[in-house]
């Protein structure tokens, strides 16, 4: 019954979809030339909370959850397990005080409204997975801005997707990169639940009707651990919420 809905309510949350990429893409330019970087940010936190009310078009729920108390005077480093990409408009808008930049694949940087101009404008570290020398140059420049603008970062460790919601081994390497060059960078675990079963048919039919959540996990200070402790605590923290979720609920 759920996929059957998936069907009548897909096409029209893709509709609204488009049309609010579409919209954003020239009012970004727009904000960027006339209010630079301050302008421009205000346009895309109004363009991600704008898609996030997209997601109600399926009866699909969001519930972001942040008990910590981050500071403002440092940047962060948000570490979160990756399940589609409909977990980023949430990560982006309930985390827009800390002027969050992602590091993503080079293939979303063109060819998307809004979203390619976002990643091409905005800050992030748009990397090619085939030139390693070029990823590392592109997290170079991003942790360079987080020390010298206080930016913080988004990073999906797993590199892809789980899509059946099973975290995959985290990787170190774009983490390692920027613990180097930032050195009072705070590392912050994000735990995200059930967005892969919004796409678990795929992109057609969405499947309605889905509680997704993310939630902030305790802070880790880096200081006196490697790279590879950190990231195992890291994994490991949201790994136990995640898979402690996913017996619980069993959607």
């Given amino acids: 019954m759920r996929k059957f809905f998936g069907y009548l309510l897909s096409p029209i949350f893709y509709l609204l979809f488009g049309i609010i990429i579409t919209i954003f893409h020239p009012i970004q330019w727009l904000c960027l030339k006339l209010g630079g970087y301050q302008g421009h940010k205000k346009c895309v936190d109004a363009l991600n909370l704008c898609l996030l009310a997209t997601y109600y078009v399926l009866g699909n729920t969001i519930k972001f959850t942040n008990r910590q108390n981050l500071p403002m005077d440092r940047p962060i480093l948000f570490v979160a397990n990756h399940q589609s990409m409909y977990d980023i408009p949430p990560l982006i808008f309930f985390l827009r005080k800390h002027h969050g930049k992602f590091i993503s694949k080079i293939e979303l940087a063109r060819g998307i409204p809004s979203i390619s101009f976002n990643l091409r404008h905005g800050g992030a570290a748009n990397i090619d997975r085939?030139?390693?020398?070029?990823?590392?140059?592109?997290?170079?420049?991003?942790?360079?801005?987080?020390?010298?603008?206080?930016?913080?970062?988004?990073?999906?460790?797993?590199?892809?997707?789980?899509?059946?919601?099973k975290i995959k081994p985290f990787n170190v390497g774009g983490i390692a990169t920027i613990l180097k060059k930032v050195p009072d960078v705070l590392v912050v675990p994000i735990a995200i639940r059930n967005s892969w079963q919004m796409v678990r048919y795929g992109f057609f039919p969405l499947n309605p009707f889905t509680r997704m959540s993310w939630e902030v996990l305790e802070p880790i200070e880096p200081r006196g651990l490697n790279a590879e402790d950190l990231v195992a605590r890291v994994e490991v923290s949201i790994k136990e919420k995640v898979e402690n979720n996913t017996r619980e609920t069993k959607i």
């Fill in 130 to 165: 085939k030139d390693p020398k070029q990823s590392i140059a592109e997290i170079l420049k991003l942790a360079n801005n987080m020390k010298a603008k206080n930016w913080s970062a988004f990073i999906f460790p797993e590199g892809t997707r789980a899509k059946t919601g």
